[in-house]
């Protein structure tokens, strides 16, 4: 029976899928880049497979990010439990929509939008309990 994968791994996995997500390159373009297939990039983001340090060096290079952001935020047990909402965030919807609220310029309407979400939430939550 094969282990999970580790914490480590599976932190710099979904960190090269966000930034990869983020500049809009597919798991295909991001493995011709830097020479693997696109199964493998997948392996990699999923944690399944270990990246080595030349690779994640080659990786870095490919997104245009610094190789040290990879390892941003990273706890012993970060991963151990990861939420629903852990789960989105990293979800191609949630880099997207994150994506796109962050490349909004006006700060009231951001603020405007939040406001909007967090009262169709409000309303669902309502009406959730109202069918119950």
Same mark, same amino acid.
């Given at each position: 029976?094969?282990?999970?994968?580790?914490?480590?791994? *599976?932190?710099?996995?979904?960190? !090269?899928?966000?930034?990869?997500?983020?500049?809009? *390159? $597919?798991?295909?373009?991001?493995?011709?880049?830097?020479?693997?297939?696109?199964?493998?990039?997948?392996?990699?983001? #999923?944690?399944?497979?270990? /990246?080595?340090?030349?690779?994640? /060096?080659? !990786?870095?290079?490919?997104?245009? /990010?610094? *190789?040290? $952001?990879?390892?941003?935020?990273?706890?012993?047990?970060?991963?151990?439990?990861?939420?629903?909402?852990?789960?989105?965030? *990293?979800?191609?919807?949630?880099?997207?929509?994150?994506?796109?609220?962050? $490349?909004? #310029?006006?700060?009231?309407?951001?603020?405007? !939008?939040? #406001?909007?979400?967090?009262?169709?939430?409000?309303?669902?939550?309502?009406?959730?309990?109202?069918?119950?």
């Amino acid at each position: 029976m094969k282990e999970a994968p580790h914490t480590v791994d *599976v932190h710099v996995g979904k960190t !090269i899928r966000i930034k990869r997500l983020m500049r809009k *390159v $597919s798991q295909t373009e991001l493995g011709d880049r830097v020479g693997v297939t696109f199964q493998q990039i997948q392996k990699y983001e #999923k944690g399944s497979n270990r /990246v080595s340090a030349s690779m994640l /060096v080659e !990786i870095a290079g490919a997104l245009e /990010v610094d *190789v040290r $952001s990879f390892f941003e935020d990273i706890s012993a047990n970060a991963n151990d439990n990861p939420t629903p909402s852990d789960e989105f965030v *990293v979800s191609r919807d949630g880099v997207l929509l994150n994506a796109a609220f962050l $490349s909004i #310029k006006n700060e009231q309407v951001r603020k405007k !939008i939040v #406001k909007l979400v967090q009262a169709i939430s409000g309303m669902e939550q309502i009406e959730s309990e109202a069918a119950e």
